[in-house]
């Protein structure tokens, strides 16, 4: 690559896009790979191009477009393409619904390299179809080809990014409390939860209201698994009263307890467990008042079909707590990230 004044470029090729900027616009000006006219001179200084960079062939050297293209093959996405690249740049766009996944320390390993930078949407991000989910470059308009080698290094055999699509879901939701079941007050708990759930694939198999008796609530959780049901959802009871049954009828079903009450407000006393690998949740009353509480914050990663840890949990605390915002912007804040 070599410099050359304006003036002396007509007739050379261009190595490299020139952006321009102007009224709110921007983009290229002229492309990689333009001869320079005589009447480019007089533009090019318009927009503050007083030398311009030729394309010289140098052994160990790759341009920023070959650098980019290198750095989207070394981490392709089932679910989501490339596009570019432009003006040096790659971009990962959705083509699907889902969770996106990165793998952090593998991402924090490439961006130490010298003069590579990878910018994604944060780790368990859900997605929709056409979001970017990734920008690719390197930051001079030449590297050494050693930097984009041992970048490729590093992520060969492994999964820098994913994009995880939503499975069908079939979902018992198992209501308890007397003053419910009895008829005192209506139950506000199952229009939040299927409007909640509309935006994921599956259909809900059954609904059951139970008194605060524990067999009850045991045998409508067995009758939706008998139903199909392989996701559990169980609300009401949910705090540490001795008297609040729920918590203590899913370990009864035999269910592996990942955790009861997470880092993370609202939805504090959350509940997960597994009973093999049906996904359970005990949600607590914040979900009826609150635009966004943990609930939401699982039911993506649920759906992906990831099975949520101990470690997931903890992960929670850190962003944790919602400023309850006047318009809730979720996921485009603070909250849920781990």
């Known amino acids: 690559m070599r410099k050359v004044r304006v003036e002396d470029a007509v007739g050379l090729t261009l190595c490299h896009d020139v952006t321009k900027m102007v009224d709110g616009f921007k983009g290229p000006a002229f492309?990689?790979?333009?001869?320079?006219?005589?009447?480019?001179?007089?533009?090019?200084?318009?927009?503050?191009?007083?030398?311009?960079?030729?394309?010289?062939?140098?052994?160990?050297?790759?341009?920023?477009?070959?650098?980019?293209?290198?750095?989207?093959?070394?981490?392709?996405?089932?679910?989501?393409?490339?596009?570019?690249?432009?003006?040096?740049?790659?971009?990962?766009?959705?083509?699907?619904?889902?969770?996106?996944?990165?793998?952090?320390?593998?991402?924090?390993a490439v961006n130490r390299i010298g003069d590579i930078t990878i910018a994604t949407l944060p780790d368990h991000y859900p997605v929709e179809a056409g979001m970017s989910l990734a920008s690719m470059r390197i930051v001079p308009l030449v590297t050494q080809e050693a930097q984009i080698i041992e970048a490729e290094t590093l992520c060969r055999d492994k999964t820098l990014l994913a994009l995880k699509p939503y499975q069908a879901r079939k979902i018992g939701v198992v209501i308890t409390g007397s003053e419910v079941y009895h008829g005192r007050i209506q139950d506000k708990f199952e229009p939040v939860i299927r409007r909640k759930l509309s935006h994921f694939p599956g259909e809900i198999v059954s609904v059951t209201i139970c008194d605060d008796d524990l067999g009850m609530i045991m045998s409508a959780a067995r009758a939706a698994l008998d139903k199909g049901a392989d996701f559990l959802i169980f609300?009401?009871?949910?705090?540490?009263?001795?008297?609040?049954?729920?918590?203590?009828?899913?370990?009864?079903l035999g269910a592996e307890l990942i955790s009861h009450g997470v880092p993370s407000q609202p939805g504090n006393m959350t509940l997960v467990a597994y009973l093999g690998e049906v996904p359970i949740l005990g949600v607590p009353g914040a979900a009826i008042s609150l635009p966004t509480t943990v609930l939401d914050v699982l039911l993506p990663a649920i759906y992906a079909g990831e099975r949520i840890t101990k470690d997931d949990l903890i992960r929670l605390g850190d962003g944790g707590l919602c400023q309850k915002c006047a318009a809730c912007h979720y996921p485009n804040c603070t909250f849920g990230r781990y």
């Open 31 to 108: 492309r990689r790979g333009h001869v320079i006219r005589p009447e480019d001179v007089e533009a090019l200084k318009d927009i503050g191009k007083q030398t311009v960079f030729i394309w010289e062939p140098n052994a160990g050297e790759l341009h920023e477009e070959d650098c980019a293209l290198r750095l989207s093959a070394m981490a392709p996405v089932e679910g989501a393409h490339y596009t570019g690249p432009s003006e040096g740049k790659v971009l990962l766009v959705a083509d699907q619904r889902g969770l996106f996944r990165v793998d952090k320390a593998l991402l924090e």
């Open 235 to 252: 609300t009401g009871g949910m705090s540490v009263d001795p008297d609040d049954l729920t918590p203590t009828a899913i370990r009864g």
